[in-house]
């Protein structure tokens, strides 16, 4: 138990005054450097004042000008300074609005009336203000629990919590957001997430799928961008720009390759394989030897997977006569936003606003993490942040201190009140520029441990002895690597290992040397086919094609390889 908390210093009448006071001890030195200069001879500036006048005003004057100024100066950039003008800005709003008790007292024939402020203790940090007010049942103490609109915006911050104890009701407000502001290349991924200012994090396991908003110019683009950027360095991307925008000139981007969509077919396309990699993955993990329930992706050393769609709404309305296909994406989509957190497929989602029309609400409310830049109306901050929200006063500023400012915003976590953003700067006057960032990134590797081909086969005692069996020279002089036939015919190894596993559940078995899978002239036969096939009937289904071409070949379920 807690005898005595320290709740900060408590506002008192003379805080009021706290400027000219602070002022004038400043001047003090001067004054009384200039009373001991000149009463020793103060008899002869009486005697002759215009001589002296003139020197007076020389060692006087400059400090009567540049103290002041410095005061002000104080005010607005040291933090201790600051603490004194919250206390004043306090004590005003008592005094103001007749918080305080007063006594009328009969002094020397005279009625003076003597104010007594309640106990209000401030404690001012550089980022945070707690502001403690007294209750035990006092007169104020209904108007003490609902000041928190009041004081968000009398300091101008945000209102984030408010907690009670036996005798106080505290609210903590955060302030001085801008200064929380980090440049794009501090956006990095630390132990608590991704670091979006000095203060705020995204950690998307913990807050899985991050909603943005934002309208036109109000600096949306560039924040994803920044966002892109930070995670492909640690995970895999897939970029859905259905407006064929900002995100399809990333195409040609080595980190991108075969990752960007832009056609309602290959973003549906998109989501159905990611799907599949979020259902193969729960497969793989589940078969691992360390398993364990309640462990996620990261728990096995696998890379997290982020599917970011710009403009959700554009797409909507390139399917809206397909209710087929809106059907299909919605069904994709739900699947991953609910069930992607554990194997770390995790989507981001950018939009003007997140409208009920273009995606639903309850989906809508699975985005556990919420962003906005430039200005939104009451309505779409309703949409972006939750009842939670909908007393909060979302203010407009273009400038603060007299300065333009772009990519400002709110940020939350559903469910929770929003502060006051701003996304991180980025120097393009300085010739920073995406393109040539994104061309620095090294490409992963994929993640080798999660792929369901890489378990080994149950063992057939009947069988003969296993390819695998053989010497690697043996091998590699009949067979040739995985990735080399890849690099030949430009496919992607993801999509090939998808294949092999079908073929391979299907009795056609690869060979591997030093884990790396290998391919024979026939098995590539089989592979090329397949992908045509896939081609041919539309990009449905890869099992299908497999189907195909293995009957193509008179090969069925179980048939051993040719």
């Not at 106080?168 to 407000?173: A, C, D, G, Q």
């Not at 934002?214 to 560039?222: A, N, Y």
């Not at 981001?348 to 830049?373: C, H, W």
């Not at 193509?552 to 390889?561: A, F, R, S, Y």
Request: net charge neutral.
């Amino acid at each position: 138990m807690h005898l005595f908390t320290y709740r900060g210093l408590r506002v008192r009448k003379i805080y009021r005054h706290i400027r000219v006071i602070t002022c004038l001890l400043m001047l003090l030195p001067f004054l009384i450097g200039n009373g001991f200069y000149y009463y020793p001879i103060y008899e002869l500036i009486i005697a002759d004042p215009v001589f002296y006048a003139p020197k007076i005003a020389l060692t006087l004057l400059p400090p009567l000008l540049m103290v002041p100024l410095i005061n002000l100066l104080l005010y607005q950039k040291a933090l201790f300074f600051q603490r004194l003008n919250t206390m004043r800005i306090m004590t005003n709003f008592l005094l103001e609005n007749r918080y305080y008790l007063s006594k009328t007292i009969k002094r020397e024939g005279k009625t003076i009336e003597k104010i007594i402020l309640p106990k209000v203790y401030v404690k001012r940090g550089k980022y945070q203000l707690l502001a403690s007010f007294i209750l035990e049942g006092n007169k104020f103490q209904d108007r003490f629990i609902n000041l928190g609109a009041t004081l968000e915006v009398m300091f101008n911050g945000d209102f984030r919590n408010k907690t009670f104890d036996n005798r106080f009701v505290t609210y903590e407000i955060a302030i001085n957001r801008i200064a929380s502001r980090i440049n794009v290349s501090e956006v990095t991924i630390t132990d608590k997430g991704l670091r979006l200012m000095k203060d705020v994090f995204w950690d998307y396991i913990a807050e899985p799928h991050l909603l943005i908003g934002g309208g036109t110019g109000g600096g949306k683009t560039v924040v994803l961008m920044t966002i892109v950027w930070a995670l492909a360095k640690i995970g895999f991307i897939d970029l859905c720009d259905p407006k064929n925008a900002d995100l399809a000139g990333l195409k040609a981007i080595p980190v991108f390759k075969g990752r960007v969509f832009t056609s309602k077919e290959d973003i549906i396309a998109c989501l159905k394989d990611n799907v599949t990699f979020m259902e193969d993955r729960y497969e793989a993990i589940q078969n691992r030897p360390d398993y364990k329930i309640g462990k996620n992706f990261s728990d096995y050393g696998l890379k997290p997977k982020f599917i970011v769609i710009d403009e959700w709404a554009a797409f909507i309305a390139k399917i809206e006569n397909d209710y087929h296909l809106q059907a299909e994406a919605t069904e994709y989509l739900s699947q991953i936003v609910l069930e992607g957190r554990q194997s770390g497929v995790f989507v981001i989602f950018a939009m003007q606003r997140p409208d009920g029309e273009y995606i639903k609400t309850a989906l809508r409310d699975n985005f556990m993490k919420r962003l906005s830049v430039g200005h939104l109306e009451d309505t779409g901050y309703t949409m972006m942040f939750g009842d939670a929200n909908r007393n909060k006063e979302f203010k407009k500023l273009d400038k603060i201190n007299g300065k333009k400012v772009h990519g400002r915003g709110y940020i939350a976590n559903n469910g929770e009140l929003a502060g006051e953003f701003f996304s991180p700067y980025v120097p393009f006057d300085k010739g920073f520029s995406f393109e040539e960032e994104f061309r620095k990134l090294p490409v992963l590797d994929e993640d080798e441990a999660v792929l369901p081909q890489d378990r080994p086969a149950p063992a057939d005692p009947g069988e003969k002895a296993s390819p695998k069996e053989k010497t690697i020279a043996e091998i590699l002089e009949e067979n040739r690597l995985l990735t080399d036939f890849a690099k030949e015919h430009d496919l992607t190894v993801k999509t090939l290992r998808k294949i092999i596993y079908l073929l391979d559940e299907r009795g056609v078995p690869f060979d591997k040397v030093d884990n790396a899978l290998v391919v024979t002239p026939f098995q590539e036969q089989l592979l090329l086919e397949t992908l045509g096939l896939f081609e041919a009937e539309g990009r449905k289904s890869y099992p299908k094609a497999v189907d195909s071409c293995l009957a193509n070949h008179g090969l069925g379920q179980e048939q051993g390889q040719a």
